[in-house]
C-alpha cells in the first residue's frame, strides 16, 4: 500500500501574503511563474483552505533577495540527492585525471558489456546488459554506441555513462576487430548474434 504523506498545518492567509514578500514575490510575479491570474493568486492566499500544494509551491521557490545564496543551496541538495543514487561506474579508482569528456578513455572499450542501472528511458530496463559497439571521437569528449540485450541501442556521452551505466568487468568476445558501419547493419549484427551479452564466467 502506498504510504500516505503526513498532514502538515496550511500557512494561514496572514503567513502566506508575509513569506511571498518575505521571499520577494509579488503576488503577479507568481501569477506569471505558476501560470495562473494575479486575481486568482489573491484570492487563493486569503482561503485558509487552499490546496496545500501551493503552500509547497511558495516554500519551494527561492528567496530573490537572497537569490544566489538561495540557488546555490538548491544546488546543493541536488547535488546531495544524486549523490545517493548514483551508481557504480565504470572508472577506476586509479585513473589518472583526465578531462572530463573523456574520463572513460581507455575504459570503455569495444566489446566492454555494461548493465543499465537505471530504466534508460524505452531503450532499457534497469539490470539490462549492453554492449559497447563503437566509441566515437567528439572535440573533447568520446562518445559511446551501447546496444542492449533487446536489439535497441543509443549513443551515451560521459555524463550519461555517469547516470544509467555501470561495468560488469566482462567483453564479449568476437568483437576485437568490430567495425560500426550504419544502424542497418548494426541490427543485421545483432541478429547474427554477433554480439555476446552472458559470455562463460
Not at 21 to 30: D, E, H, I, V
Not at 77 to 90: F, N
Request: net charge neutral; hydrophobic share 40%; aromatic share 12%.
Amino acid at each position: 500500500m502506498p504510504v500516505a504523506a503526513p498532514e502538515i498545518a496550511r500557512l494561514t492567509p496572514e503567513q502566506f501574503k508575509a513569506l511571498a514578500k518575505y521571499k520577494g514575490w509579488k503576488y503577479t510575479m507568481l501569477a506569471a511563474r505558476w501560470e495562473l491570474t494575479a486575481v486568482w493568486i489573491s484570492n487563493m492566499a486569503r482561503d485558509p483552505n487552499r490546496p496545500a500544494r501551493f503552500d509547497d509551491m511558495l516554500m519551494g521557490l527561492p528567496n530573490l533577495n537572497k537569490l544566489k545564496r538561495d540557488l546555490a543551496g538548491r544546488q546543493k541538495q541536488l547535488d546531495a540527492a544524486l549523490a545517493r543514487i548514483k551508481p557504480p561506474t565504470v572508472t577506476s579508482p586509479h585513473a589518472p585525471r583526465r578531462e572530463p569528456g573523456l574520463r572513460y578513455h581507455g575504459y570503455l572499450t569495444l566489446g566492454m558489456i555494461v548493465t543499465a542501472s537505471v530504466d534508460v528511458g524505452s531503450i532499457a530496463e534497469e539490470g539490462m546488459r549492453g554492449i559497447v559497439f563503437d566509441v566515437q571521437h567528439r572535440p573533447h569528449e568520446e562518445v559511446y554506441g551501447v546496444i542492449f540485450e533487446n536489439g535497441l541501442w543509443d549513443w551515451f556521452s560521459p555524463h550519461y555513462v555517469d547516470l544509467y551505466l555501470a561495468s560488469t568487468g566482462l567483453i564479449s568476445p568476437g568483437l576485437e576487430d568490430y567495425r560500426y558501419r550504419d544502424e542497418v547493419c548494426l541490427q543485421d549484427d545483432y541478429t547474427a548474434d554477433l554480439f555476446i551479452f552472458w559470455p562463460p564466467v
